[in-house]
């Protein structure tokens, strides 16, 4: 089975410019979340979905970063315009909802966006 | 509001030593407790799992073990090897369905 999957691997951009990362959940799923890995600041939950619309964003950082979901198979996260600090890698992983038992379905990430804004 | 705290790392073992990596809880309720773990340039993939007080979650050789008692979910493993090198977290999924994480233990198994 086809697992989350990320694209670009690997995005490399000058400060100012925009830059859009991209996430296809696994078929069936109706959790979509999406997360930043640091050094400095570990894994930090930014935004996360149930059935397309987004349920919570606090951990959004600024403004400049936006996420859509436009169907249940797609989901975009965007930065504009994009600073150094922003460098990191971007997960996106997706889950089931239990019924009965709450919680104990796991998320399953895709291989992650290493991003570089020089 | 919940928690996870795991050891600081890096634990630095040698192959076939014996693992253990600690990581503790605070949560309302009855949360479900899982490990991950994170090779390098990989995502995190789903190591094991714990849904309820006293279940042993098993995969890989791994173990760990529910405790409500004393609010822990430590990650054991009898005999390391060199491809257990890698990042390990810990979570709860709180009510929500949002994962609280740790902050990840890097261990470095060396031959």
């Known amino acids: 089975d086809a697992g989350v999957i990320q694209s670009p691997r690997h995005e490399v951009t000058e400060m100012g410019q925009e830059v859009t990362l991209r996430c296809k959940p696994i078929s069936g799923h109706d959790y979509l979340f999406w997360y930043r890995q640091t050094m400095m600041r570990g894994l930090e939950l930014l935004i996360y979905f149930n059935n397309n619309v987004p349920i919570d964003d606090s951990g959004m950082p600024e403004d400049r970063f936006s996420a859509k979901m436009p169907n249940a198979s797609f989901s975009t996260l965007k930065i504009q315009p994009s600073e150094p600090r922003d460098s990191a890698v971007y997960f996106c992983?997706?889950?089931?909802?239990?019924?009965?038992?709450?919680?104990?379905?796991?998320?399953?990430f895709g291989d992650g966006t290493r991003l570089s804004i020089l | 509001g919940n928690s996870v705290t795991q050891m600081e790392g890096p634990v630095t073992l040698s192959e076939e030593a014996f693992l253990t990596i600690n990581c503790t809880y605070t949560?309302?309720?009855?949360?479900?407790l899982f490990w991950y773990v994170q090779y390098p340039g990989e995502g995190l993939q789903l190591l094991l799992k714990a849904t309820k007080a006293d279940d042993k979650g098993s995969n890989k050789g791994f173990e760990a073990t529910y405790r409500k008692e004393t609010t822990s979910f430590h990650l054991e493993k009898g005999s390391v090897q060199v491809s257990d090198s890698a990042v390990y977290f810990c979570a709860l999924k709180d009510s929500n369905y949002q994962l609280i994480w740790g902050a990840g233990t890097k261990l470095i198994i060396k031959p």
């Open positions: 992983a997706s889950s089931l909802r239990s019924a009965g038992t709450a919680g104990n379905q796991p998320q399953h």
């Open positions: 949560a309302t309720g009855y949360p479900s």
